[in-house]
């Protein structure tokens, strides 16, 4: 005796439901992540899929190698000047609807890897959905993180998805950043004067005051 | 190195390999410094590659491995401005010797060693990438860590620590 007995004889054959529930239901219980481990992050990003922490209960533990195949990005780690193309690039290819985690000091803002090498913020080059603190954060919190997505993609709706072709999406310019994509945006587009980041770092300005 | 061994002092005698290059050759030993049980010979640039091959080919060196070729900046203040360090293992002597090329800022040239041993391939691609050295007649002197489109030499002391603007995605 399932429940689908008990249900089929307390509820009549049709149900009625707002579209965006269903869907948003759906959605939220299998948000498939894409593999983006690039530091310690990710050690504990493993670990959240372990049986001992078992993303797995949320419907998130099938890491996808590949982009077309996943549903949200965990960027877990500091992402450098030479890998963010490359990001950008398996952002592209995933399908929508898509989301993005930012896991971690690194991630969220560079971290204490306050240089030229690496990007100040992976938000500088797709956008985040959910910013995790920590460094790096236990996996309670990349869970607390995919809860938090969770809500969030129960309260969107399916008119508001902007389904941008990927041709569309791999010309956009992310604000600030170059376009980045496969190089040939970065040939074309002619870059200002050179010239010495004129903001002091975090660090000379707590050296001077 | 051991702890209870005696750090080498600079008057011990120099290693035997280090006498015949200045007996044989004099004209390619510009200075013998010796610090820490290491020894490290300056070698005028132009006479780098055949330094490098006869220190690998004497049976009485026979250095086969290259361990590392590196860059060092001084600072731009400093004349000579740039090193370029090849650190040099024998597998069969089990001996040591750092070779040290001077460069001034203005003429960054050095003759590449890939014909001696394959693998400065890459590490010259990064004293390249990294300090703005470059190596005459190397098959492929790109850069190996930075960004193609990157400008400038990171690992030099005038870099700016957040680099330049259009790069830094701030």
């Given at each position: 005796?399932?429940?689908?007995?008990?249900?089929?004889?307390?509820?009549?054959?049709?149900?009625?439901?707002?579209?965006?529930?269903?869907?948003?239901?759906?959605?939220?219980?299998?948000?498939?992540?894409?593999?983006?481990?690039?530091?310690c992050c990710?050690?504990?990003?493993?670990?959240?899929?372990?049986?001992?922490?078992?993303?797995?209960?949320?419907?998130?533990?099938?890491?996808?190698?590949?982009?077309r195949?996943?549903?949200?990005?965990?960027?877990s780690?500091r992402v450098?000047?030479?890998?963010?193309p490359?990001?950008r690039?398996?952002?592209d290819?995933?399908?929508?609807?898509?989301?993005?985690?930012?896991?971690?000091?690194?991630?969220?803002?560079?971290?204490?890897?306050?240089?030229?090498?690496?990007?100040?913020?992976v938000?500088?080059?797709?956008?985040?959905?959910?910013?995790?603190?920590?460094?790096?954060?236990?996996?309670?919190?990349?869970?607390?993180?995919?809860?938090?997505?969770?809500?969030?993609?129960?309260?969107?709706?399916?008119?508001?998805?902007?389904?941008?072709?990927?041709?569309e999406?791999r010309?956009?310019v992310?604000?600030?950043?170059?376009?980045i994509?496969?190089?040939?945006?970065?040939?074309?587009?002619?870059?200002?004067?050179s010239r010495?980041?004129t903001?002091?770092?975090?660090?000379?300005?707590?050296?001077?005051? | 190195?051991?702890?209870?061994?005696?750090?080498?002092?600079?008057?011990?005698?120099p290693?035997?390999?280090?006498?015949?290059?200045?007996r044989?050759?004099?004209?390619?030993?510009?200075?013998?410094?010796?610090?820490?049980?290491?020894?490290?010979?300056?070698?005028?640039?132009?006479?780098?590659?055949?330094?490098?091959?006869?220190?690998?080919?004497?049976?009485?060196?026979?250095?086969?491995?290259?361990?590392?070729?590196?860059?060092?900046?001084?600072?731009?203040?400093?004349?000579?401005?740039?090193?370029?360090?090849?650190?040099?293992?024998s597998?069969?002597?089990?001996?040591?010797?750092?070779?040290?090329v001077?460069?001034?800022?203005?003429?960054t040239?050095?003759?590449?060693?890939?014909?001696?041993?394959?693998?400065?391939?890459?590490?010259?691609?990064?004293?390249?990438?990294?300090?703005?050295?470059?190596?005459?007649?190397?098959?492929?002197?790109?850069?190996?860590?930075?960004?193609?489109?990157?400008q400038?030499?990171?690992?030099?002391?005038?870099?700016?620590?957040?680099?330049?603007?259009?790069?830094?995605?701030k």
């Amino acid at each position: 005796m399932g429940l689908e007995n008990k249900i089929a004889e307390a509820l009549p054959e049709v149900l009625t439901t707002r579209l965006d529930s269903l869907i948003n239901w759906a959605r939220k219980s299998s948000l498939w992540p894409a593999t983006f481990g690039l530091a310690c992050c990710a050690i504990e990003m493993m670990n959240a899929t372990s049986s001992r922490n078992d993303l797995a209960r949320f419907g998130s533990e099938v890491f996808r190698a590949s982009p077309r195949q996943a549903d949200v990005m965990i960027v877990s780690g500091r992402v450098s000047r030479k890998m963010a193309p490359v990001l950008r690039r398996i952002y592209d290819q995933m399908p929508e609807p898509k989301w993005v985690i930012s896991m971690g000091a690194c991630a969220t803002s560079g971290g204490v890897f306050d240089n030229y090498a690496i990007v100040q913020g992976v938000d500088k080059i797709v956008p985040v959905d959910v910013y995790i603190p920590g460094c790096p954060p236990r996996p309670e919190m990349l869970i607390h993180a995919v809860m938090m997505l969770q809500e969030k993609v129960m309260k969107e709706s399916v008119r508001d998805r902007r389904d941008v072709p990927e041709a569309e999406a791999r010309e956009a310019v992310v604000p600030g950043t170059l376009p980045i994509t496969d190089g040939s945006t970065a040939r074309q587009n002619t870059l200002p004067e050179s010239r010495p980041y004129t903001i002091a770092s975090r660090h000379e300005r707590r050296r001077s005051s | 190195m051991s702890t209870d061994q005696p750090i080498e002092n600079s008057e011990a005698a120099p290693p035997p390999f280090v006498a015949l290059l200045q007996r044989e050759y004099p004209e390619w030993v510009g200075e013998v410094i010796a610090a820490f049980g290491e020894y490290t010979v300056v070698v005028p640039r132009e006479h780098i590659v055949a330094a490098c091959s006869f220190l690998k080919t004497s049976p009485e060196t026979h250095f086969n491995f290259l361990a590392d070729i590196c860059g060092a900046d001084r600072g731009p203040e400093e004349e000579p401005r740039f090193e370029v360090n090849y650190h040099l293992f024998s597998t069969t002597k089990h001996h040591r010797v750092r070779l040290k090329v001077l460069l001034n800022e203005e003429d960054t040239h050095v003759e590449t060693v890939t014909g001696v041993w394959k693998t400065a391939n890459w590490h010259e691609r990064e004293t390249f990438d990294l300090f703005g050295v470059i190596f005459d007649g190397h098959p492929d002197l790109r850069r190996i860590l930075l960004p193609d489109d990157w400008q400038g030499h990171a690992l030099r002391k005038d870099f700016p620590l957040r680099g330049y603007e259009p790069y830094s995605l701030k």
